[in-house]
């Protein structure tokens, strides 16, 4: 059987390597991050090169524990077509400018073939109201968007 493809955004890496947090509401996404990174060989998982450079951003300490949590995940590479796309989708202000790399990861993750994007970052990715905007559009350049979700909506998901 053919594994699903999984798009790793960087708020998930970031959740993954965090020292728990005091807030219960983010600990519950560390602790269901954790989950699924125990089952993510279950998907064939990417990472982009937008990915590395955001988690390699910050405290050095903090920045090597996401990159080495990284590192057991393939890079995709950059392409003209997802640049392309990821500035079709500011353009068009489906992704605001200030938060570019969120269009760079959703265009990579369709022009990659992904089914999946995995994200905490639900105001610019996982967002109900722009998913079904970003989507049509997506669609009507000629890819085929990948899912948006968390990692606990898939492990739910495929557990059906």
């Known amino acids: 059987m053919v594994k ?3 798009y790793v955004e960087s708020s998930v890496i970031s959740y993954l390597a965090a020292w728990p947090s005091r807030d219960d509401l983010i600990r519950g996404c560390q602790l269901h991050t954790a989950l699924w990174w125990e089952h993510r060989h279950e998907w064939d998982c990417f990472v982009s090169t937008t990915v590395m450079e955001e988690i390699a951003r910050g405290d050095p300490i903090a920045a090597a524990q996401r990159l080495e ?6 890079i995709l590479p950059t392409s003209p077509e997802a640049d392309f796309l990821a500035k079709l989708l500011l353009a068009y202000e489906l992704v605001p400018e200030p938060v570019k790399a969120d269009a760079y990861h959703l265009a990579t993750a369709a022009i990659h073939g992904m089914d999946y994007l995995l994200t905490w970052n639900q105001k610019h990715l996982d967002n109900f109201i ?3 905007r970003i989507e049509e559009f997506v669609r009507n350049q000629g890819w085929r968007p990948a ?3 968390t990692p606990t909506r898939l492990l739910l998901e495929e557990s059906r």
């Open 69 to 74: 949590k990284a590192q057991s995940l393939a």
């Open 130 to 132: 722009l998913r079904s």
């Open 147 to 149: 899912k948006v979700l």
């Open 4 to 6: 699903k493809r999984a």
